[in-house]
């Protein structure tokens, strides 16, 4: 490990110790144990890194099992490319997060919707130093934190992507809790007009449209999960052309006319789905209609229909309008 370490230019890191910043590729160092209706996570499986939690415990999606906690002696990069990202992060973020220029705090907190333990979203714009803008090596862009609450653009790159009428961007500039933290901040603030387009129109309402088409798409997804479980749960014998036949023939079914063969495609991915976040003991039919006759069975909401995640609707509306 230690000549590996040295020819990636590493020599030195305890990958045990350096950060790891929201999307490292990481994999497990222990066998994790889920209880008697699903299968243990085996040590040496690979996952990505989603939200960092208190008391150094982060949260992992890990591949073909869903999202589980570990803490972060139970996890290492997946490999010395990932360990080079998470120094380089590291490094990046406390060397240039002092020459923010402007921040603000944006999602569910800026439109009112934060609950007990919402995250607090920050976006700014920081200013390269001379020594980094004129060095042999292209100077990062972009400064994500470690647990992804807070991202800041380089100066340049934030005022194309205003330009170009980019929601995040604007929304950045526009919402009331904004700091500014110097003078070439509050420039861009003043300038802020400027990025006032008919480019909004496209941008805004792809962005929209996109983000109702998502919630729709989930809603009849999780209506469809639901009513599939409930019918084999009074009906375990049912097979998987007769649940499709019903799904398809059903108000809730998609399109005009009946289609079994889109509806035992929407069955195979569901178990398939379920499978993979370790719910189901066998990847089949059979391990959906096992999963259904379980007592006090409850699924978490698609993520895009859980409630914090409603302002992303509601801001480009409202971004949109006024």
């Not at 400027?194 to 809603?219: D, E, N, P, T, W």
Request: aromatic share 6%; with cysteine.
């Amino acid at each position: 490990m230690t000549d590996e370490l040295r020819i990636e230019g590493l020599r030195g890191v305890d990958p045990q110790a350096v950060p790891l910043p929201h999307g490292t590729q990481v994999t497990t160092t222990v066998e994790r144990a889920l209880g008697e209706d699903r299968r243990p996570i085996p040590a040496g499986a690979v996952g990505t890194v989603v939200e960092h939690l208190p008391g150094e415990r982060l949260r992992v999606r890990v591949v073909g099992r869903g999202e589980h906690e570990f803490s972060r002696a139970e996890v290492r990069p997946a490999n010395h490319g990932q360990l080079r990202f998470a120094v380089a992060r590291a490094r990046d973020e406390a060397s240039l997060s002092p020459c923010a220029v402007l921040e603000a705090t944006v999602g569910s907190r800026a439109w009112g919707l934060a609950e007990e333990g919402s995250d607090h979203d920050v976006r700014g714009v920081f200013v390269l130093p001379f020594g980094w803008r004129e060095g042999l090596a292209a100077p990062p862009q972009v400064l994500v934190s470690v647990d992804g609450s807070s991202t800041h653009w380089e100066i340049e790159r934030a005022v194309r992507q205003a330009l170009r009428a980019d929601p995040n961007t604007l929304e950045m500039l526009w919402v009331p809790q904004r700091r500014v933290l110097d003078p070439l901040g509050q420039r861009l603030l003043d300038a802020r007009q400027a990025f006032v387009s008919q480019a909004i129109y496209g941008s805004f309402g792809r962005y929209a449209m996109a983000q109702a088409k998502k919630l729709r798409q989930s809603l009849r997804l999780a209506e469809h999960r639901g009513l599939v479980l409930d019918w084999l749960r009074a009906q375990p014998q049912l097979t998987l052309d007769e649940v499709a036949e019903r799904l398809a023939a059903g108000p809730e079914g998609a399109g005009d006319r009946p289609d079994p063969a889109r509806a035992r495609q929407y069955l195979k991915q569901l178990y398939r789905s379920l499978y993979d976040q370790g719910l189901l003991a066998d990847n089949s039919f059979a391990g959906l209609a096992e999963l259904a006759g379980r007592a006090h069975l409850e699924l978490e909401l698609p993520r895009e229909l859980r409630p914090k995640n409603a302002y992303n609707l509601l801001r480009i509306v409202s971004g949109a309008v006024h």
